[in-house]
């Protein structure tokens, strides 16, 4: 019996599992170095992550743009310088408008836009307050 064949057989066997072999380890030492980037950003953005919340105290608060209107600004003046909830008729009165029903509803229009705007709140239907 001739073994010769089966041998050259099991040679070029082993040949091929040795070469998949040494690529595999060659792709797995790929993966390792790309997985030890992973990881060393995702630490970098967890410390970003922790620095910006622990900095977002202390950084001013900017106030939302208010809308092409002059009495935006106006009407955030009178509430600045009153002690409780406003109504649409008490910013008219204190604005100069006449008291009319479409200067009243457009007042109450603007007041509901800047509780849109996070600025200030109904605190309860038709009664509004600075945000605080």
């Known amino acids: 019996m001739n073994l010769q064949p089966l041998l050259d057989a099991l040679g070029i066997q082993e040949d091929a599992a040795r070469a998949l072999a040494d690529d595999l380890r060659t792709r797995i030492e790929e993966l390792h170095g790309r997985l030890r980037e992973a990881e060393t950003h995702l630490e970098h953005l967890a410390i ?6 622990a900095l977002a105290d202390r950084l001013p608060v900017v106030p939302p743009d208010l809308p092409e209107h002059p009495d935006y600004p106006r009407i955030l003046d009178v509430f600045n310088a009153a002690t409780g909830p406003l109504r649409a008729r008490d910013i008219c009165e204190a604005l100069d408008h006449e008291l009319v029903p479409k200067n009243i509803e457009g007042t109450r229009a603007k007041l ?7 600025i200030l709140t109904e605190v309860d239907t038709g009664n509004f307050t600075r945000k605080s």
Not at 48 to 53: L, P
Not at 112 to 118: A, N, P, Q
Request: charged share 45%; aromatic share 0%.
């Open 112 to 118: 509901k836009r800047l509780v849109k705007l996070d």
């Open 48 to 53: 970003t992550r922790k620095t910006v919340t």
